[in-house]
């Protein structure tokens, strides 16, 4: 598998894989063309050295996986950084084949090289299994997270 910074061309495949189940078909809008919006949010995630969006690709070149790093610098923890990791997601057909798990991989040790002293992510509780994949790669549920949506 090659892991790569994504590119502009690459956002509609992306944008395919993030709209590809229960919960993404509610909140995004997967069409060609895609909306700029979308567009717009690549050009700022790729303008940001704190951002890193992921491509995943097979030996063909197929993107099969995307994720995105965020490196957040703070105060505590004598200036540290955390790494989120979100919007991961694999290509439907080539999920249960361990890809997921090699991404995470690939993403732990991205944020160890960064010097993050934690990796963190957040997963919707309408996720079970999603849920036990990442206490399996041994995430552990150690605070509540909160969230205020604006309309």
Not at 2 to 30: P, Y
Not at 69 to 91: D, H, N, P
Not at 122 to 134: G, H, L, S, V
Request: hydrophobic content about 40%.
């Amino acid at each position: 598998m090659i892991f790569r910074k994504a590119t502009r061309n690459d956002v509609s495949k992306i944008v395919e894989m993030i709209a590809d189940d229960e919960l993404g078909k509610k909140r995004e809008k997967f069409q060609i063309p895609l909306p700029p919006e979308y567009l717009e949010a690549f050009e700022n995630i790729n303008a940001d050295k704190n951002q890193e969006l992921i491509v995943i690709e097979n030996e063909n070149f197929e993107i099969i996986g995307t994720l995105q790093l965020s490196f957040i610098q703070y105060l505590t923890y004598c200036g540290g950084i955390r790494a989120q990791i979100e919007a991961v997601r694999v290509k439907k057909g080539k999920r249960g084949l361990g890809i997921g798990k090699k991404m995470f991989e690939w993403a732990i040790n991205r944020a160890k090289e960064r010097n993050a002293h934690l990796l963190q992510l957040t997963t919707d509780k309408e996720r079970p299994k999603a849920i036990k994949f990442y206490e399996d790669l041994g995430f552990k549920a150690t605070h509540e997270g909160m969230k205020m949506h604006f309309e």
